[in-house]
């Protein structure tokens, strides 16, 4: 997922005289911002619509996320909170929870909404699970989700390098549950078995938008092949996790469908977030959806029979993780 840009975070405003981070808060929007599609382009002279009043980020740091963020540059690992510009990073990280990115920072696909770097990614560093344990044995932490880039190049899609950190994990921190957020793997079900015989306690795979959309703007994904595949993780056993970003040009209707979709094949868990545009490069979004919307929205997904539904405008898909995992199985 991608999120508004840290150096709107860390802009001299919202520096305080101490050296950490306070409010960060942002003027309300118009009219036209807050409900409808918004008229501001990517490559508008005056940049970027302002975001909703509702945008608040508690941008400060602590011993927690100053020993997450020492322990990730000595065991020289990568966060999706930092290479996704994620605006939760103070709050999680100060909660001493965070989500490795494994396989480097460089993805096989360019998602027009997502700013990890694309390009050709480098060797695969096969030490890269055990120094990904010794973090997690080291921040004690009860609950370790683990993503990845694509890496379309490697014959397994980098299944095995997700196998390999679950064992790795476990062997240090034998109490420790995992999520693993996992790409599709070109649809491989050899890969998906994979990582699914290491039975992490949640497997996360992200729909991210409506099927109209996927062509433009998920061009080297395919709709139906996520879904087949958290049907897949499903039959095997798997508490299985998806997540949905609105803003990107879909109406409530077509959202109401994916999740109709996710349902129809057993899915457990769904969160749902605000779509903010990375850079200007970004594609640019079309609708800031009240947080009454999100409201709604999670009331029916559970109606529809998903035990845990996240919805807000800031969720994103591993918020609040560790507290999802009391509703796998079910």
Sequence with gaps: MSFIPLSDLRSSSAMGSS??????????????????????SASSPIGRPRLPSWFKIEATTGPDYLDIKQTMERLHLHTICEEARCPNRWECWNARTATFLILGDICTRRCHY??????????????????????????GLHHAVITSVNRDELPDGGAGVFAETIRQIRQLSPGCTIEVLIPDFEGSEDALAMVCAEKPEILNHNIETVSRLFPSIRPQGKYQRSIELLHRAKDQGMTTKSGL???????????????????????????????????????????????SDFMSLKEEGLAMGFAHVESGPLVRSSYHAERQVSKKNV
């Design 19 to 40: 050296g950490s981070f306070s409010t960060v808060s942002h003027q309300p929007a118009s009219p036209a911002q807050r409900g409808e599609p918004s008229a501001v």
């Design 114 to 139: 997502c700013s990890v770097e694309t390009g050709r990614p480098h060797a695969v560093d096969h030490e890269e699970p055990m120094r990904v344990a010794e973090a997690v044995q080291a921040l």
């Design 245 to 291: 970003i609105l803003g990107m040009g879909e109406t409530l209707d077509e959202a109401r469908e994916v999740m109709g979709d996710l349902r129809n094949v057993g899915c457990d868990i769904i969160t749902i977030g605000q779509y903010l545009q990375p850079t200007r490069a970004h594609l640019p979004v079309a609708r800031f959806y009240d947080p």
